[in-house]
C-alpha cells in the first residue's frame, strides 16, 4: 500500500520504447516514492528512485506477486513485437505473459492495474471520421499484433467481472515515437539491415500513396504522461483513446520529407511486403500491413476529460523527432532501446 513516502509503482516492459518514458517521468513525480521496472535483463540506466528486477514473462516460473506486493499500480507494458514467423512465441509471451501479471496483481492485492492496449486491438473502422472507446475490439484475426491484443481485451473483460475490486485502466495508443526510440523501431519493423536510404528520403524517387493508409501517432512522452495520470488516479478505470493531431497519411509525409507522394494499389505493396517478409528480410509481416490498413481513427475526449491529458507535440512534430533519430542512429542505455548507425 501507500507509504508516507509516496506511492510505489511496478512497471513491466520498464526498458522499452514506452517503459523508459513512463520510468523516467514516475521518478521525477514527487507524489511516487518507488518505481520498480521488470525486464528480461537489467539496465545500465537507472533514474533516481527506481529499482530493478529481471523477469521474463514467457517463463511460469516468475514470482510476479512477489514483485508485486506492496505496490499501488502495476503498469503493463511488455511486449515482444518478433518473432512474426513463430506467432506462438510471442503467444507465450504477450498473452500467457500478460494473464500471469493479471493474476499476479489479484494475488498480490494491487488496487490498479493499467494495461498498454493498442488501436491494434479495435475492429476494422473509418478513416474519414474518429471514433470513441465503445468501438469494437475484435482486432484484426490474420495479424498476430492485432490477435494478441483483442484477446487480452477479452481476457481483462473476465478480470474486471471477477475483481471488481481492482481498477482497471486500457490504454489504447496511436503508433507512438521519439528520437530515442528510432533505432529499436527500425529493428523491429525494418530489419537490422535497413539500408540508409531510408532515413535519407530525399534518395526516395516517391512516396507510395497506398488507399487506406491514413493512421494517427503520439510522442511516447505524451503516451507516459497518460499512464502515470492513470496510475496516480484515485478513480479513473476503463479504456482511454490516445493520439495527436493530425492524421498521418501520404500527403502529410510527402510534404514533411519533401518527395513527392505517388499513387499504388494495395495490392502491389502487400506483394512486395509479403515476398520481402517471406524471405525475412523484413520483419514486418503482410498481415500487420493489412491490419494498419483498416484501423479506425480514435477519438480522445475521454481522454482529455477524464484523465486531464492531451498531446503536447503534433503528430507532424511526433514524425520530424523520429526520423532525426532514424539518420542519427538513436537509442539509450537499455538493451532493448541500444542506438545503431543505419545501414
Given at each position: 500500500m501507500?507509504?508516507?513516502?509516496?506511492?510505489?509503482?511496478?512497471?513491466?516492459?520498464?526498458?522499452?520504447?514506452v517503459?523508459?518514458?513512463v520510468?523516467?517521468?514516475?521518478?521525477?513525480?514527487?507524489?511516487?516514492g518507488?518505481?520498480?521496472?521488470l525486464?528480461r535483463?537489467?539496465?545500465?540506466?537507472?533514474?533516481?528512485?527506481?529499482?530493478?528486477?529481471?523477469?521474463?514473462?514467457a517463463?511460469?516460473?516468475?514470482?510476479?506477486?512477489?514483485?508485486?506486493?506492496?505496490?499501488?499500480?502495476?503498469?503493463?507494458?511488455?511486449?515482444?513485437?518478433?518473432p512474426?514467423?513463430?506467432?506462438?512465441?510471442?503467444?507465450?509471451?504477450?498473452?500467457?505473459?500478460?494473464?500471469?501479471?493479471?493474476?499476479?496483481?489479484?494475488?498480490?492485492?494491487?488496487?490498479?492495474?493499467v494495461?498498454?492496449?493498442?488501436?491494434?486491438a479495435?475492429?476494422?473502422?473509418?478513416?474519414?471520421?474518429?471514433?470513441?472507446?465503445s468501438?469494437?475490439?475484435?482486432g484484426?484475426?490474420?495479424?498476430?499484433?492485432?490477435r494478441?491484443?483483442?484477446?487480452?481485451?477479452?481476457?481483462?473483460?473476465?478480470?474486471?467481472?471477477?475483481?471488481?475490486?481492482?481498477?482497471?485502466?486500457?490504454?489504447?495508443?496511436?503508433?507512438?515515437?521519439?528520437?530515442?526510440?528510432?533505432?529499436?523501431q527500425?529493428?523491429?519493423?525494418?530489419?537490422?539491415?535497413?539500408?540508409?536510404?531510408?532515413?535519407?528520403?530525399?534518395?526516395?524517387?516517391?512516396l507510395?500513396?497506398?488507399?487506406?493508409?491514413?493512421?494517427?501517432?503520439?510522442?511516447?512522452?505524451?503516451?507516459?504522461?497518460?499512464?502515470?495520470?492513470?496510475?496516480?488516479?484515485?478513480?479513473?478505470?476503463?479504456?482511454f483513446?490516445?493520439?495527436a493531431?493530425?492524421?498521418?497519411?501520404?500527403?502529410?509525409?510527402?510534404?514533411?520529407?519533401?518527395?513527392?507522394?505517388?499513387?499504388?494499389?494495395?495490392?502491389?505493396?502487400?506483394?512486395?511486403i509479403?515476398?520481402?517478409?517471406?524471405?525475412?528480410?523484413?520483419?514486418?509481416?503482410?498481415?500487420?500491413?493489412?491490419?494498419?490498413?483498416?484501423?479506425?481513427?480514435?477519438?480522445?475526449?475521454r481522454?482529455r476529460?477524464?484523465?486531464?491529458?492531451?498531446?503536447?507535440?503534433t503528430?507532424?512534430?511526433?514524425?520530424?523527432?523520429?526520423?532525426?533519430?532514424?539518420?542519427?542512429?538513436?537509442?539509450?542505455?537499455?538493451?532493448p532501446?541500444?542506438?545503431r548507425?543505419?545501414?
Amino acid at each position: 500500500m501507500s507509504s508516507t513516502t509516496g506511492s510505489r509503482i511496478v512497471v513491466t516492459g520498464a526498458t522499452g520504447n514506452v517503459g523508459t518514458s513512463v520510468v523516467r517521468l514516475l521518478s521525477e513525480d514527487p507524489e511516487v516514492g518507488t518505481v520498480l521496472g521488470l525486464a528480461r535483463r537489467i539496465p545500465g540506466w537507472s533514474p533516481a528512485k527506481t529499482e530493478w528486477a529481471a523477469v521474463d514473462l514467457a517463463s511460469e516460473q516468475s514470482d510476479l506477486a512477489g514483485h508485486f506486493a506492496g505496490a499501488d499500480a502495476v503498469i503493463h507494458l511488455a511486449w515482444a513485437f518478433q518473432p512474426t514467423h513463430d506467432p506462438a512465441t510471442t503467444w507465450r509471451t504477450n498473452v500467457l505473459g500478460s494473464i500471469r501479471v493479471f493474476d499476479a496483481v489479484a494475488e498480490a492485492g494491487v488496487p490498479a492495474l493499467v494495461h498498454a492496449s493498442s488501436v491494434g486491438a479495435y475492429s476494422p473502422g473509418p478513416k474519414n471520421h474518429a471514433v470513441d472507446e465503445s468501438w469494437p475490439t475484435h482486432g484484426w484475426p490474420d495479424a498476430a499484433y492485432c490477435r494478441e491484443k483483442a484477446y487480452l481485451e477479452r481476457t481483462l473483460d473476465t478480470f474486471e467481472r471477477d475483481h471488481p475490486g481492482v481498477r482497471v485502466v486500457r490504454m489504447r495508443p496511436a503508433f507512438l515515437f521519439k528520437r530515442e526510440s528510432a533505432s529499436e523501431q527500425r529493428r523491429i519493423f525494418g530489419g537490422r539491415f535497413l539500408p540508409g536510404p531510408a532515413a535519407r528520403p530525399e534518395l526516395l524517387p516517391f512516396l507510395p500513396d497506398i488507399p487506406g493508409l491514413r493512421v494517427q501517432a503520439l510522442h511516447t512522452d505524451d503516451a507516459a504522461h497518460a499512464y502515470r495520470l492513470a496510475a496516480r488516479s484515485k478513480d479513473a478505470r476503463g479504456a482511454f483513446n490516445l493520439a495527436a493531431e493530425p492524421p498521418v497519411d501520404a500527403a502529410l509525409l510527402g510534404e514533411l520529407i519533401g518527395v513527392r507522394p505517388r499513387r499504388l494499389p494495395r495490392t502491389a505493396a502487400r506483394s512486395a511486403i509479403a515476398a520481402a517478409w517471406g524471405l525475412r528480410l523484413l520483419p514486418a509481416s503482410p498481415h500487420l500491413f493489412d491490419a494498419v490498413l483498416r484501423l479506425p481513427l480514435m477519438d480522445c475526449t475521454r481522454a482529455r476529460a477524464e484523465l486531464g491529458w492531451r498531446a503536447t507535440r503534433t503528430a507532424t512534430e511526433v514524425l520530424e523527432e523520429f526520423l532525426r533519430g532514424l539518420q542519427e542512429g538513436a537509442g539509450t542505455d537499455t538493451v532493448p532501446m541500444r542506438g545503431r548507425k543505419v545501414g
